[in-house]
């Protein structure tokens, strides 16, 4: 490895230590000739996919939009940087995992869209939002709804006689 001070060919490694996500290694070096020590970092280089937006461009896949994405959806929202940042390392493995050379932004969104629906309810219909590009207040509505049913089908039904606070309220027909 060529030295940063005084461009030598030859440098020797004292030490070596993996990464704390276990994905790099940190190698401290010794240069040879001018005595400097300097540190690399080796990891692995993945061929990342291309992915084809809806109007048919193309562009290489980018983790950091996925993590500006969820952190716009999760602003002032308890979730963490943490795990915003596993949730990005979540999508990015699962579209790794599919071993195409190619995915769409529909199937990304997709798999934001599910992260947030168990994560955070509000993040999720933030997200949703912009994504499905909500035309008007009905299929606003139309995505609240069905994000309450699913919610109301997993949780434990009230015991007989009491009403839970998670319960939705059925709406009187309009006449």
Wanted: hydrophobic share 30%.
């Amino acid at each position: 490895m060529q030295c940063p001070m005084c461009r030598a060919p030859d440098s020797r490694v004292i030490d070596s230590r993996l990464g704390k996500e276990g994905d790099t290694i940190r190698r401290r070096r010794h240069c040879d000739g001018c005595g400097h020590r300097f540190t690399t970092y080796e990891r692995v280089e993945v061929a990342l996919p291309m992915v084809v937006k809806k109007d048919g461009r193309r562009q290489p896949f980018d983790r950091g939009r996925i993590v500006s994405g969820l952190r716009r959806a999760c602003e002032k929202r308890p979730v963490s940087v943490d795990t915003i940042e596993e949730v990005a390392s979540q999508i990015e493995r699962q579209t790794l995992e599919r071993g195409e050379s190619e995915v769409t932004s529909s199937q990304i969104g997709e798999a934001v869209m599910a992260a947030l629906h168990d994560l955070d309810a509000v993040a999720y219909v933030r997200f949703a939002s912009v994504y499905r590009e909500f035309r008007d207040v009905h299929e606003f509505m139309h995505e609240l709804e069905e994000l309450i049913a699913a919610r109301s089908a997993g949780a434990r039904r009230p015991k007989a006689g009491r009403t839970s606070p998670t319960t939705p309220r059925r709406s009187r027909s309009r006449a």
